[in-house]
């Protein structure tokens, strides 16, 4: 992508954060953002039967709709959740909704690009990234994210990872198709090839791509949003 399309991107998709965070809340119905990932739950199920005090990260975390149901889950047992978004308005919500849940102990916030991020060796039990990594520049950069994210990782951790692919943008009124704004467009065979090169020495716990459709305000006119849904989720060895 040249870097003025990147930019032009990087900007639609703040706007767009930026007005639905602060105009709508977590864990509230009315948009996608209310209720946490089921498989971001099921996963951090299975790495608590084994241990009960984890580190977690959630990579491109927005309001915090999965890290505050994890801290929540995690309260009492001296874990961490740290939420690392790029905008200022998803981590002041995140800030926000911590201390409406009480969970402000254990969450810790951080502002910053995923792709650019260090994370100590092994340090993480769990990371989630979900509708994440389909903002960084380039196929390139996902592969060396996934590198760190990797290496960030305590042995028996899992890393939970959606991501949408071969990403369509059509005109609610017109129905028109247009060029969608979005920083890594990968086509789903593609995403999937990655994350199992990626992951080839990990067990997969779970992979699944599903077709979706949501309405959004992130041009002048309403769009839909239609793209496959790529859902990764692995375990990495001792
Ligand atoms: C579709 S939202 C998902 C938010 C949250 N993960 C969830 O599932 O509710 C994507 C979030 O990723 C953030 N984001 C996009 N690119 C990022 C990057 N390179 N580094 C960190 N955060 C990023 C956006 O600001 C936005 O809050």
Request: glycine share 6%; hydrophobic share 35%; charged share 30%.
């Amino acid at each position: 992508m040249q870097q003025a399309d990147f930019e032009k991107a990087r900007k639609a998709e703040a706007s767009y954060h930026d007005e639905l965070y602060s105009e709508n809340d977590i864990l509230e119905p009315g948009t996608w953002m209310a209720k946490p990932v089921p498989v971001v739950m099921e996963m951090l199920e299975r790495l608590l039967r084994f241990k009960s005090r984890l580190e977690v990260l959630d990579l491109g975390c927005g309001a915090g709709r999965n890290a505050i149901p994890v801290a929540l889950r995690l309260r009492h047992t001296g874990s961490t959740v740290t939420g690392l978004d790029l905008l200022d308005e998803a981590v002041e919500k995140l800030r926000e909704n911590a201390q409406k849940y009480k969970v402000e102990d254990m969450i810790r916030v951080e502002k910053g690009d995923a792709e650019h991020t260090q994370l100590s060796d092994g340090k993480y039990d769990y990371i989630i990234a979900c509708g994440c990594l389909e903002h960084v520049s380039s196929e390139q950069a996902l592969i060396n994210v996934l590198e760190r994210m990797k290496a960030g990782t305590a042995p028996g951790g899992i890393h939970c990872i959606t991501m949408n692919t071969g990403i369509e943008e059509i005109e609610a009124d017109s129905g028109r198709k247009l060029k969608p704004l979005i920083e890594l467009n990968l086509p789903t065979d593609r995403a999937l090839t990655l994350f199992r090169q990626a992951y080839e020495d990990w067990n997969v716990l779970a992979q699944s791509s599903v077709l979706q459709s949501i309405p959004e305000e992130k041009y002048d006119k309403p769009t839909q949003f239609r793209a496959c849904s790529v859902l990764f989720a692995v375990q990495k060895t001792s």
